[in-house]
C-alpha cells in the first residue's frame, strides 16, 4: 500500500485481497464483507458490531498502457444503513412506518433490522426477486406476522454485471389496514356530516320559501270570502311569489272598483230605521 486516507494502511501488503486482484484487471465493486485489516485499526460499530464494508477498485494504468497500479476504496456499511434510516424517517413523517432491506444474492441480509441481520429469508417474493422478478405479495415471515412485502432486483451498468442484490420493502398487514380503516371512517363521518348539513340547509330554505306561499295563501282565503278589507302581503322572496302576490293584489283592486270593500266581522252592514208605533187607544 503506497498511500491510503489517515495513513492507516500504509506499507500493508494488500497483494491477496480479492479487491486487488481483481482492481489490476477491470473495474470491481465486491460484496458486503467484515473488515479484515482496518479492524485492526479502527474501533468497531456501534454496539461493538464488526465493521463491515463495501469494496470497490479500478486499474491504474499509464497512457501508453502500462499498469501503474489499483485505486481501491472501502465503502462503510454503517454509512449506507444511516442513509436509508434518514430516507425512511422523512417519508414517514419522522417515524418509519416500513422496513427496508438490501439482501444478498443467496437471500442473507445485508442491511434491516438487527435481529434479522445475517439471516437468510426464505419467501416466495424474496425467491421471486432473486430470479430478476420485482414482485408485491402477502407473506408471513419469521416472526409469525404477515407484512405486504416488495422486492426488486438490483442490476448493473454498461459491462458492470452488478452484485446480484435485492432491494426489499415491509410493512406490517394490521398497520397499513389500519390506516385504509381510519381512512374509511374519516370518509363515513364526512358523508354523515355532509348528509345532516344538507337536511338544515333544505330545511331553512323551504321555511324560506313556504312563509310568503303561506301569507299569500291566507290572503287568497280571505278575498275568497269577502274580506277586502285586508290588504294583500307584498313579497319579494322569488319571482313566482311576486307575480302571485302582485296578482292577488290586482284581483282585490278589482273588486274594490266593484263594490265597498266588506269589514272583517262580516257581510256589509245595512241601514236599519227604527219607528214607533201609536199606542193603542
Given at each position: 500500500?503506497?498511500?491510503?486516507?489517515?495513513?492507516?494502511?500504509?506499507?500493508?501488503?494488500?497483494?491477496?485481497?480479492?479487491?486487488?486482484?481483481?482492481?489490476?484487471?477491470?473495474?470491481?465493486?465486491?460484496?458486503?464483507?467484515?473488515?479484515?485489516?482496518?479492524?485492526?485499526?479502527?474501533?468497531?460499530?456501534?454496539?461493538?458490531?464488526?465493521?463491515?464494508?463495501?469494496?470497490?477498485?479500478?486499474?491504474?494504468?499509464?497512457?501508453?498502457?502500462?499498469?501503474?497500479?489499483?485505486?481501491?476504496?472501502?465503502?462503510?456499511?454503517?454509512?449506507?444503513?444511516?442513509?436509508?434510516?434518514?430516507?425512511?424517517?422523512?417519508?414517514?413523517?419522522?417515524?418509519?412506518?416500513?422496513?427496508?432491506?438490501?439482501?444478498?444474492?443467496?437471500?442473507?441480509?445485508?442491511?434491516?433490522?438487527?435481529d434479522l441481520q445475517g439471516r437468510k429469508l426464505e419467501?416466495?417474493?424474496?425467491?421471486?426477486?432473486?430470479?430478476?422478478?420485482?414482485?408485491?405479495?402477502?407473506?408471513?415471515?419469521?416472526?409469525?406476522?404477515?407484512?405486504?412485502?416488495?422486492?426488486?432486483?438490483?442490476?448493473?451498468?454498461?459491462?458492470?454485471?452488478?452484485?446480484?442484490?435485492?432491494?426489499?420493502?415491509?410493512?406490517?398487514?394490521?398497520?397499513?389496514?389500519?390506516?385504509?380503516?381510519?381512512?374509511?371512517?374519516?370518509?363515513?363521518?364526512?358523508?354523515?356530516?355532509?348528509?345532516?348539513?344538507?337536511?338544515?340547509?333544505?330545511?331553512?330554505?323551504?321555511?324560506?320559501?313556504?312563509?310568503?306561499?303561506?301569507?299569500?295563501?291566507?290572503?287568497?282565503?280571505?278575498?275568497?270570502?269577502?274580506?277586502?278589507?285586508?290588504?294583500?302581503?307584498?313579497?319579494?322572496?322569488?319571482?313566482?311569489?311576486?307575480?302571485?302576490?302582485?296578482?292577488?293584489?290586482?284581483?282585490?283592486?278589482?273588486?274594490?272598483?266593484?263594490?265597498?270593500?266588506?269589514?272583517?266581522?262580516?257581510?256589509?252592514?245595512?241601514?236599519?230605521?227604527?219607528?214607533?208605533?201609536?199606542?193603542?187607544?
Amino acid at each position: 500500500m503506497v498511500a491510503s486516507s489517515q495513513r492507516l494502511l500504509e506499507g500493508a501488503d494488500v497483494s491477496a485481497r480479492p479487491w486487488f486482484r481483481a482492481g489490476t484487471q477491470a473495474p470491481f465493486a465486491g460484496d458486503l464483507h467484515e473488515a479484515l485489516l482496518l479492524a485492526q485499526k479502527l474501533p468497531p460499530g456501534p454496539n461493538g458490531e464488526p465493521l463491515r464494508f463495501v469494496d470497490i477498485a479500478m486499474p491504474l494504468v499509464r497512457k501508453d498502457g502500462v499498469p501503474l497500479g489499483v485505486l481501491g476504496a472501502h465503502l462503510s456499511w454503517a454509512w449506507a444503513s444511516e442513509v436509508a434510516a434518514s430516507v425512511l424517517e422523512r417519508s414517514g413523517g419522522g417515524k418509519p412506518e416500513m422496513d427496508a432491506f438490501v439482501l444478498s444474492r443467496e437471500g442473507v441480509v445485508l442491511m434491516g433490522p438487527k435481529d434479522l441481520q445475517g439471516r437468510k429469508l426464505e419467501l416466495a417474493s424474496v425467491r421471486a426477486g432473486l430470479q430478476g422478478v420485482t414482485k408485491t405479495s402477502l407473506d408471513v415471515w419469521p416472526d409469525g406476522r404477515t407484512y405486504f412485502t416488495a422486492v426488486t432486483p438490483t442490476r448493473g451498468e454498461g459491462d458492470y454485471r452488478g452484485l446480484g442484490w435485492v432491494v426489499l420493502m415491509r410493512r406490517d398487514a394490521d398497520a397499513a389496514l389500519a390506516d385504509v380503516s381510519a381512512l374509511q371512517h374519516g370518509i363515513l363521518f364526512a358523508s354523515l356530516a355532509m348528509a345532516v348539513g344538507t337536511l338544515l340547509a333544505g330545511w331553512v330554505w323551504a321555511g324560506r320559501l313556504s312563509r310568503p306561499l303561506q301569507a299569500l295563501a291566507e290572503a287568497a282565503r280571505r278575498l275568497s270570502q269577502g274580506d277586502r278589507a285586508t290588504p294583500v302581503p307584498p313579497t319579494r322572496a322569488f319571482a313566482e311569489a311576486t307575480s302571485l302576490s302582485a296578482s292577488l293584489v290586482q284581483i282585490s283592486l278589482a273588486l274594490d272598483a266593484r263594490g265597498p270593500r266588506t269589514p272583517p266581522g262580516g257581510a256589509a252592514a245595512k241601514p236599519v230605521s227604527a219607528s214607533r208605533e201609536p199606542a193603542a187607544p
